[in-house]
């Protein structure tokens, strides 16, 4: 694992985004891993800008998301297929063909679930998925016990999970009671993570699940068996941490983090030319 700590949100962001915009560029047909929540709607909005501004190009790759609610129809403003519309695929040229979300109507979850590793494994697996992480430490909407062998499946939402997401409904019966998502075995075959906190709130379970011992009561400990997992955290989020010296002296010298170092100070060239400031100026196609 590696741990690269931004001074604020808007430049984890940036570098979340350059990294996508990154593996995107050398692979147009990237298969992403998709994640929902509130972190990810600013990284959704800078690929936005990168698609108009830059021609950051969607048109071939594919997406796969982690989690949808169970009974919401795509269309529900609550639905993850509704956000991703809202946030990212509705404002880009992706192939609607080409994004893939369980759909939570399916008269049969089981065989849903099934059909959506199949398809993963059809697209020839997962190569970059984008994580966020909830208050108790799920990744998508495997809550504390899953197995670290679990596949796409149906979850009963936690307490807190259902605390955390509650406020997004506009009465919190509204929200579901359970939700689909993609294993931990199905998040940890990708062949890259990238997980991105944000804000002090995400301090504690990010301090537990990048440096606390591995443990399905904190599914996002699993990250920590994967062999390339990028975490960009903010310096908010990474409050709790221990060794934040080392991580620092990591991000200094692996030769692995040249591309985030070279984003982050923008010494990227007319290919990958990154502001940090949210107005983004037009550049060079
Ligand atoms: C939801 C999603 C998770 C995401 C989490 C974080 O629960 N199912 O995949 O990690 O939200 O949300 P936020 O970014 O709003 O804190």
Same mark, same amino acid.
């Given at each position: 694992?590696?741990?690269v700590?931004?001074?604020?949100? *808007?430049?984890?962001?940036e570098?979340?985004?350059?990294?996508?915009?990154?593996?995107l560029?050398q692979?147009?047909h990237l298969?992403?891993?998709?994640?929902?929540?509130?972190?990810?709607?600013?990284v959704?909005?800078?690929?936005v800008?990168?698609?108009?501004l830059?021609?950051l190009?969607?048109?071939?790759c594919r997406t796969?998301n982690?989690?949808?609610?169970?009974g919401?129809?795509?269309?529900h403003?609550?639905?993850?297929?509704h956000?991703?519309?809202?946030h990212?695929?509705?404002k880009?040229n992706i192939?609607p063909q080409?994004?893939h979300?369980?759909n939570?109507?399916?008269?049969d979850?089981?065989a849903?679930?099934?059909?959506?590793?199949e398809?993963i494994?059809r697209c020839?697996?997962?190569?970059?998925q984008?994580l966020g992480i909830?208050?108790?430490?799920?990744?998508?909407?495997?809550?504390p016990?899953s *197995?670290?062998?679990? !596949?796409? !499946?149906?979850?009963?939402?936690?307490?807190?999970? !259902?605390?955390?997401?509650a406020?997004?409904?506009?009465a919190p019966?509204e929200?579901?009671r359970?939700?689909?998502?993609?294993?931990v075995?199905?998040?940890?075959?990708?062949?890259?993570?990238?997980l991105?906190?944000? *804000?002090e709130?995400?301090?504690a379970?990010?301090?537990?699940?990048?440096?606390?011992?591995?443990?399905?009561m904190?599914?996002?400990?699993a990250l920590?068996?994967?062999t390339d997992?990028?975490?960009?955290?903010d310096e908010?989020?990474?409050? *709790?941490?221990?060794?934040?010296?080392?991580?620092h002296?990591?991000f200094?010298?692996l030769?692995?983090?040249?591309?985030?170092?070279t984003?982050?100070t923008?010494?990227t060239?007319?290919?990958l030319?990154?502001?940090?400031?949210?107005?983004?100026?037009?550049?060079n196609?």
């Amino acid at each position: 694992m590696k741990i690269v700590v931004r001074p604020d949100g *808007g430049e984890a962001v940036e570098l979340v985004a350059g990294m996508i915009r990154h593996w995107l560029e050398q692979n147009p047909h990237l298969v992403m891993g998709l994640a929902t929540g509130r972190t990810m709607e600013a990284v959704y909005a800078r690929l936005v800008q990168l698609h108009q501004l830059a021609g950051l190009d969607f048109a071939q790759c594919r997406t796969f998301n982690l989690d949808e609610y169970v009974g919401l129809p795509g269309h529900h403003h609550n639905s993850y297929r509704h956000y991703m519309h809202q946030h990212l695929f509705g404002k880009v040229n992706i192939d609607p063909q080409n994004t893939h979300v369980p759909n939570g109507m399916a008269k049969d979850l089981v065989a849903e679930c099934n059909n959506y590793e199949e398809a993963i494994i059809r697209c020839g697996g997962i190569d970059l998925q984008l994580l966020g992480i909830g208050n108790n430490g799920h990744l998508g909407f495997n809550e504390p016990i899953s *197995g670290f062998n679990s !596949r796409t !499946r149906v979850q009963v939402l936690s307490q807190a999970t !259902r605390l955390q997401n509650a406020p997004l409904f506009s009465a919190p019966k509204e929200m579901p009671r359970c939700a689909i998502t993609m294993g931990v075995k199905t998040i940890l075959e990708c062949r890259q993570c990238l997980l991105l906190a944000t *804000g002090e709130d995400k301090a504690a379970i990010v301090a537990q699940a990048l440096e606390g011992p591995i443990t399905s009561m904190i599914p996002a400990t699993a990250l920590q068996l994967h062999t390339d997992c990028l975490v960009v955290l903010d310096e908010a989020a990474a409050g *709790g941490l221990k060794n934040k010296d080392y991580y620092h002296a990591m991000f200094e010298t692996l030769p692995e983090l040249e591309l985030c170092r070279t984003i982050v100070t923008n010494e990227t060239g007319p290919q990958l030319p990154l502001k940090t400031s949210p107005e983004v100026e037009p550049v060079n196609k």
